[in-house]
């Protein structure tokens, strides 16, 4: 019994790191530029059909090319909020915002599927099979390497929020976009790279999944709703929310999962995901940079 | 300057009632596979317009459709197995009647505690509502979701035209609850909580109760529609239902047509089924790929929805047509009869050993104070003093810790901002907080239709506010196109419309230049004279020295001294604590009237 | 031709006419145009797609090879009609509604039962026959449509095989466990599978269901681990199937046999697991090694051939249920002799005959024969998918236990 | 004005229209180096437009913008700060949930101002030592005095040539006015030239050199500020005095 009870828990810290990676980037762009961005599944499902091409084309492993997959993603965030969110936001409304990213799932989700059919997809070189046995609780190592990965990046990106000038201009512009302009920021620029490093994280994240979970272009839905899902438990627009928004997700879900019954992960999550809107409707940690939206 | 119903809404019935008599006699000529389209735009045009009751018109963006959908289509199938009801027809209704039943009760249970979420966080709250019951529909054996239900026929004659019907009438409901609900005073309330609920609250709109009503009032058109989706069916499964895809659609169709507005859905629905049914309809793999692209390219060629590019054409018109309108239009004549009213010296507001603290610190520390009935009383102090706080315990939107307040003959301290602006007491903001969206005549009308109980004509009220406060020649302006001066007054007319006994005013001449200082001063002695009292919080001293008849100055919180305005200005602590140096009285004229 | 035009017309939408292609394509005299839709983007559109090459390759076959079909001594090519339907039951049943309306006599099923039921509910109210391979839901064939017909045994019925193989290993499956989606068809198949499970005496240790939304298993795989099952019996979609497996192997967790219902067919599912896919069991309806005749084809070794010359995509069942599929409707047609729907359907109803499939005979409620058409049990070997059970069409052993997933 | 001396900042016939409304329609003013001029005006009359176009928040319709010679007409408001405009808001704008040191490094964000952040960051403190003293202090949780502190902090932070004040005076209780009114003197004496825009009109004119008002979107005066003090018939018919 306990030894089940610790087995869920860490699978659940393994798990919820994951999920931490996959949602920060639609955190930061919640928080920064107030677009809930429905085509974030769509782009961690990008960088796992990237990992799996780099590893049948090249041969090059999906860790080895997880730098460079989030620096593609960078780019592609980068250059997708600069001719297409901005343009249509100056045009129309923030809210078109929500249009068009949809509009993008859809036509990527189904590029995709002409490009590299609708099968099931999965990036799994060896040692994603190989364990290790700790008393009565098994642990996969790739679950291992993705979990120090995931918090590696998140620390990162922490560090560079809460440091560097870049960061600051970032929590400036989303606490008062006019204000920061005023300052010298120039806020165009902030925005596309606040979407280029949340494209860059799920891009990063897409890496790991597509180690770790099959996939299919029609998976990006549910990474989106688990992005929605892990933003609202740990708070909008910073990334310890998110990490720890992941975590509990992870641990709900395990400890659901082996106590109530495997049927039930999802569904627990969510009632947790609306009962603690009801009671801190800002997440656990409250909304560490995000403006009076 | 008429209502804005009358002559469009003779129009706008007439082309209606020519629609619906062409719709009903569809069937007659068109092909069964236009009949399916038709169907699908029903269908969706019904969602999409209980969404907008919720969605459009109070703000409240529902991403969980699917799931009074859902509950209305598997409520509708389980009866319709368990129940065993001979008559098709009838088994037909009682199920529907049951479907929106279950999807408004549902709405009924959550709603209180789900619609205090604001924004985003109600779209997603309700998105994950959705995926609790998609799982649990499927997970749960007594859903059946995952084998599915199958619903037997329920008519001998072609489905496509009996459902045809079906969903044709369902729009037409869902329609007509729509406009209705637009032109009453729950729809001005709902729009009013969507432009600001905060100022819909103190304008009197029971903001709570609204909310919950259209979020009933949709739930049950939506259950409907899913339980009419089912029996079309034939089959219901949890992947058929539960899909959020249909309440992103939903949204899609909302905010393609144009959000807030009541043919907007339909042509939104109308738009995607089209698009995917007939245009898309041939194209195999890159439908959806097609759709995508459509869609986004539809945002920027149509910014505002189809109804905002039909509403911008006839924007320009009136813009090309009237002339900017000069102000100071107003004559004597205009001016509302002031009744004698003499001031008397019944007490309005009673302030009793009012405190309030903030984590320990004490914003109000034990303030005892009255206001005369038909006097003008102003409040003054350091910032951070604590002004803004009283205003706030005094319109309800703080509670105090300790103490009491006392309006008229009645205790107020906890009761909530609608009842008391009900009551009669109104606030004018600092930073003037107009609902954007709508003009400067529906500005004012919701205070008419809210506020004060009482039977007047919101019309003539909502006339008499605007020429007190020279809007007359602007009523038909959005309010978003209106200078920060004329905001100022846009407030105060609102507030009046409220028919108020007590306007507390927040600094209403900050941000004014010397001429619309006393413009403004001029207005708040009109007001005085139609016999409500005014409670003012103000910086501008001379302002102060000529309007008030009794200063109170608090500085941390305590009331450091009240009186006549001369007697303050000279107190030695008002000017320690206050104002830096004697206040000059030269430079003020004599006090008017 | 003209009638659809006018029809399209009166929608009130010159577009849809010259958009909604497949009427103006058709141009032909001579053509029976077999309608229908597949999920061909989507949730569904990975087995959906399988679906519709199936059915490509077989029409390619009648009108090249066969130089169509002849009824009453005039040749008539095949016409394929298929639409996307996205996994949308309404999109679905809108343009099927459509074929209707424009004269099309004949349909093909889509691929998963939430889509199959509500269009065969208008086909046959229309009295126009479906062939589908792609629902399985016992939900299908309980309305007793007299015109639908499908080549898979109900879902509840396809888990009989193996069974049965269980039954002649003499006590060596003692125990099991299922893991099922819930969806209509996994939940379906396990569903069926418990009776007959426990009429052979096999101990049921545990029923796992999983929501149909992608979730993490490992509550699942380390609940196996403490009660571990001699066989496990995976009633999922290959998207589960994968993950489960997947995370069998991650942790190390061990079963004597897993059987999946829907993966180790597909190819590309085999190559994602590499050597871990050895050992898999599954339902295997149809495989290319087959000996049966065909009056088509030949043989099935011939149709195997046609299929890997033509097309790219890697055959599983499902592609060669659906071209059996279209080779029913010639078969039907030319025994009816005639093209009415009637007719043919009752040709559909009355089929028995050996095929490239199998024999091919439908049930009163039209579902394929839970014995003919029904699985056989099959095996991933080094080999390649070897049939392990019934023994009489058994090309080799059973594998039992599998190898450890550590020692491989 | 006076010809020979070219002007700090030039605006030549400014225009803007919100929506189709026009906002200003004809604006221009000069500011000579180390000079303090005020914009005056009633609501509406476009003062705030018109200091949003030179802080490149709002691109001019029609009309033209030299600072320091150089055509600065519709330049993005990332590199008007860099030029050394800084503009502060009204209404302060501050970020509220950053602290006060973190509030004055986005001051010094410019590249022109990076390199004297140091010595801009002892000047300010010297101005405001309050800011000094609750430098870690969440800007949001300051009173509204020492939040406008701030916002005129965060603004000298930006190492500025031309700082431009629109309506600090808001909001504010008559003492802190006084000695905001005391402060602009200490900025002019740094040298940094001034645009003042207030509605507190006494008080301005004593400290600014030259006035220009504004109505309907059109410079209809301008002129020294006592004279426009002393000037009977400008107090009446523009001032409202």
């Given amino acids: 019994m306990l030894d089940r009870l610790f087995q869920a828990l860490v699978d659940g810290v393994l798990q919820g790191s994951v999920l931490s990676l996959a949602a920060v980037g639609f955190s930061l762009i919640f928080g920064v530029l107030g677009v809930i961005n429905l085509s974030h599944g769509v782009l961690i499902i990008l960088g796992a059909y990237l990992a799996l091409v780099a590893l049948r084309t090249i041969g090059l492993d999906p860790l080895l090319a997880l730098p460079l997959i989030a620096a593609i993603c960078f780019g592609v965030g980068y250059l997708y909020q600069r001719f297409l969110i901005s343009p249509a936001i100056r045009r129309a409304s923030l809210l078109s915002s929500l249009l068009v990213t949809y509009g993008v799932a859809l036509i990527l989700q189904n590029l995709f599927t002409l490009v590299f059919s609708a099968d099931n997809q999965s990036v799994r070189p060896d040692y994603a099979n190989s364990f290790d046995r700790f008393g009565g609780i098994t642990v996969n190592r790739l679950q291992l390497i993705a979990f120090a990965i995931s918090c590696v990046l998140i620390a990162i990106l922490a560090w560079v929020l809460r440091r560097l000038p870049i960061g600051r201009s970032i929590r400036a512009t989303a606490e008062h976009e006019l204000a920061a302009r005023l300052c010298g920021v120039d806020t165009d620029q902030i925005y596309a790279i606040s979407f280029g490093l949340s494209a860059a994280f799920a891009g990063a994240a897409g890496v790991l999944i597509g180690m770790l979970f099959p996939f299919a272009p029609s998976s990006q839905e549910d990474w989106t709703i688990f992005g929605f899902v892990v933003v609202v438990l740990g708070g909008a627009g910073s990334a310890a929310g998110a990490l720890l928004g992941g975590l509990l997700l992870g641990i709900i879900s395990a400890l659901t999962g082996a106590f109530v019954g495997p049927a039930y992960p999802n569904a627990v999550a969510f009632l947790v995901l609306v009962l603690m809107l009801l009671l801190r409707p800002h997440g656990l940690l409250g909304s560490a940079f995000h403006g009076s939206r | 300057m008429k209502r804005p119903l009358s002559r469009r809404a003779v129009r706008t019935g007439i082309a209606g009632a020519a629609v619906l008599g062409a719709l009903a006699v569809l069937p007659l000529i068109a092909s069964p596979f236009a009949l399916r389209v038709a169907q699908t735009i029903l269908f969706g045009a019904a969602l999409a317009i209980a969404w907008n009751i919720l969605g459009g018109f109070a703000g409240y963006w529902s991403f969980g459709s699917a799931a009074f959908l859902g509950l209305g289509a598997f409520t509708a199938a389980l009866m319709q197995e368990h129940v065993q009801i001979a008559d098709p027809a009838l088994r037909l209704a009682v199920a529907l009647a049951m479907g929106g039943i279950a999807a408004s009760l549902l709405a009924a249970i959550i709603g209180y505690p789900i619609l205090r979420l604001r924004g985003a966080y109600f779209s997603i709250a309700m998105l994950g509502v959705s995926l609790i019951l998609a799982e649990l529909s499927s997970g749960l054996d007594v859903f059946e979701g995952a084998v599915g239900v199958t619903i037997d026929p329920v008519t001998a004659a072609a489905p496509e035209r009996f459902f045809f019907y079906v969903f044709l009438a369902l729009a037409v409901i869902a329609l007509s609850i729509a406009a209705a609900v637009r032109y009453s005073r729950l729809g001005y309330g709902l729009i009013a909580i969507r432009e600001d609920e905060d100022t819909a609250r103190m304008l009197g709109v029971p903001t709570e109760r609204y909310k919950l009503v259209g979020f009933i009032v949709s739930a049950l058109l939506i259950g409907l529609a899913g339980a009419a989706y089912a029996f079309n069916l034939g089959y219901v499964t949890t992947s058929s239902v539960f899909r959020s895809q249909l309440s992103f659609d939903v949204v899609v169709y909302a905010l393609l047509g144009g959000m807030g507005t009541l043919a907007g859905p339909v042509l939104g629905a109308a738009i995607m089924a089209v698009l995917n049914q007939v245009v898309l309809g041939g194209l195999l793999q890159i439908h959806m790929l097609m759709t995508g692209i459509i869609i986004i390219a539809l945002v920027f060629l149509l910014p505002s929805g189809l109804m905002g590019l039909m509403r911008g054409h006839r924007r320009i018109l009136t813009v090309v047509g009237t002339p900017m309108p000069e102000e100071r239009a107003v004559t004597a004549a205009e001016q509302p009869p002031a009744p004698a009213c003499p001031q008397t010296d019944e007490a309005v507001l009673k302030l009793v050993g009012l405190s309030r603290q903030f984590r320990g610190l004490k914003a109000i520390d034990q303030i005892d104070l009255q206001l005369r009935s038909g006097s003008i009383s102003a409040i003054i102090g350091p910032n951070g003093a604590g002004k803004s706080t009283l205003f706030n315990l005094v319109t309800g939107y703080l509670a105090p810790n300790s103490g009491e307040i006392w309006y008229q003959r009645t205790r107020i301290d906890g009761l909530p901002t609608h009842r008391l602006s009900r009551a009669g007491i109104a606030r004018v903001f600092q930073i003037a907080r107009p609902f954007h969206g709508l003009s400067v005549y529906d500005n004012v009308l919701v205070g008419a239709l809210f506020g004060r109980d009482g039977s007047r004509d919101p019309h003539q009220l909502t006339m008499d506010a605007l020429a007190l406060a020279r809007l007359s020649a602007l009523a038909d302006q959005p309010a978003a196109s209106l200078p920060v001066g004329h905001l100022r007054r846009l407030e105060l007319a609102r507030a009046l419309a409220t028919r108020p006994r007590l306007v507390l005013a927040d600094e209403p001449c900050a941000g004014l230049n010397p001429t619309e200082t006393r413009e403004m001063m001029d207005m708040i002695q009109a007001v005085r004279r139609t016999g409500t009292t005014v409670f003012l919080a103000e910086h501008d001293m001379q302002a102060v020295m000529r309007m008030s008849d009794v200063v109170f100055v608090v500085a941390a919180g305590r009331l450091i001294a009240q009186g006549p305005p001369l007697d303050v200005a000279h107190d030695p602590a008002v000017i320690e604590a206050y104002l830096g140096k004697p206040f000059e009285l030269g430079s003020v004229s004599e006090p008017v009237r | 031709m003209l009638i659809s035009r006018r029809d399209a017309l009166k929608t009130g939408s010159a577009a849809a006419a010259l958009l909604g292609s497949d009427d103006v394509l058709a141009s032909a005299q001579n053509t029976i145009r077999l309608g229908g839709s597949v999920p061909m983007s989507g949730k569904e559109s990975d087995t959906g797609l399988n679906v519709l090459e199936g059915y490509k390759v077989a029409v390619k076959y009648v009108n090249e090879h066969l130089g169509g079909v002849k009824v009453a001594g005039v040749a008539y090519k095949l016409e394929l009609q298929l639409f996307d339907d996205a996994s949308d039951p309404q999109r679905a049943v809108t343009l099927i509604q459509k074929q209707l309306d424009s004269g099309t006599d004949f349909f093909l099923g889509s691929f998963s039962s939430a889509i199959v039921l509500p269009t065969a509910a208008l086909t046959e109210r229309a009295r126009r026959p479906m062939v589908q391979a792609g629902g399985g839901a016992d939900q299908i064939f309980t309305r007793h449509f007299r015109y639908m017909f499908g080549i898979y045994p109900r879902a509840s019925r396809q888990l009989v095989t193996l069974v049965e193989m269980f039954k002649s290993m003499h006590g060596q499956v003692r125990t099991c466990a299922i893991v099922a989606t819930n969806d209509p068809f996994s939940k379906g198949q396990a569903d069926g599978s418990v009776e007959y499970l426990r009429a052979a005496g096999i101990q049921i240790l545990n029923t796992y269901r999983l929501p149909p939304t992608l979730t993490d298993v490992s509550g699942v795989v380390s609940d196996l681990r403490l009660r571990t099952p001699d066989a496990l019996i995976c009633t999922t979609h290959q998207e589960d199937s994968a993950l489960v497996t997947q995370q069998l192997v991650a942790t190390g967790t061990d079963v004597k046999l897993l059987f999946l219902a829907l993966g180790p067919e597909i190819p590309a599912f085999r190559a994602n697991l590499g050597k871990y896919a050895e050992g898999l069991t599954f339902n295997q309806y149809w495989k290319p090694t087959y000996r049966f005749g065909d009056p088509f084809f030949g043989s099935t070794a011939n149709y195997y051939n046609y299929y890997t010359t033509v097309t790219d995509r890697k055959e599983t069942y499902h592609t060669a249920g659906a071209s059996l599929c279209i080779t029913c409707y010639v078969k039907a047609i030319q025994d009816a002799g005639t093209l009415a729907p009637d007719k043919v359907r009752d040709a559909l109803a009355a089929l028995n005959y050996e095929s490239f499939y199998g024999q091919v005979k439908f049930t009163a409620d039209g579902d394929g024969d839970a014995v003919l058409m029904g699985a056989v049990i099959s095996q991933v070997q080094p080999s390649g998918l070897e049939v392990v059970f019934p023994p009489k069409v058994a090309t080799a052993q059973l594998v039992y236990p599998i190898p450890n997933w550590a020692t491989r | ?241």
């Fill in chain 4, 1 to 241: 004005m006076t010809a020979g001396v070219s002007p700090l900042l030039d605006a030549q016939g400014l225009a803007f229209a919100y929506d189709g409304v026009i906002a200003v329609e004809d604006v221009s003013f000069t500011v000579r180096a180390a000079e303090a001029i005020a914009l005056l005006g009633a609501n509406g009359a476009g003062k705030s437009t018109t200091v949003k176009m030179i802080a490149g928040v709002l691109p001019p319709a029609q009309g033209r913008l030299r600072f320091d010679a150089d055509d600065v007409t519709s330049l993005p408001s990332h590199r008007i700060v860099e030029l050394g405009i800084t503009l502060v808001p009204e209404g302060r704008l501050l970020f509220p949930r950053m602290s006060v040191s973190e509030n004055l490094q986005l001051g010094a964000y410019a590249r022109r101002a990076r390199h004297s952040y140091a010595v801009n960051l002892e000047r300010v403190f010297a101005l405001f030592p309050r800011l000094a003293e609750r430098r870690h202090q969440l800007a949001g949780s300051m009173s509204g005095g020492e939040q406008q502190m701030l916002a005129i902090a965060r603004g000298l932070m930006g190492n500025p040539r031309l700082l431009v004040l629109d309506e600090p005076s808001l909001g504010l209780m008559p003492k802190m006015v006084d000695d905001l009114f005391g402060l602009i003197g200490t900025i002019r004496a740094m040298g940094i030239a001034l645009i003042l825009v207030e509605q507190n009109v006494f008080q301005t004119l004593e400290v600014v050199d030259r006035a220009y008002v504004l109505e309907k979107g059109r410079v209809t005066l301008s002129g020294p500020g006592r004279d426009l003090l002393r000037d009977d018939a400008v107090r009446k018919s523009f001032l409202g005095l």
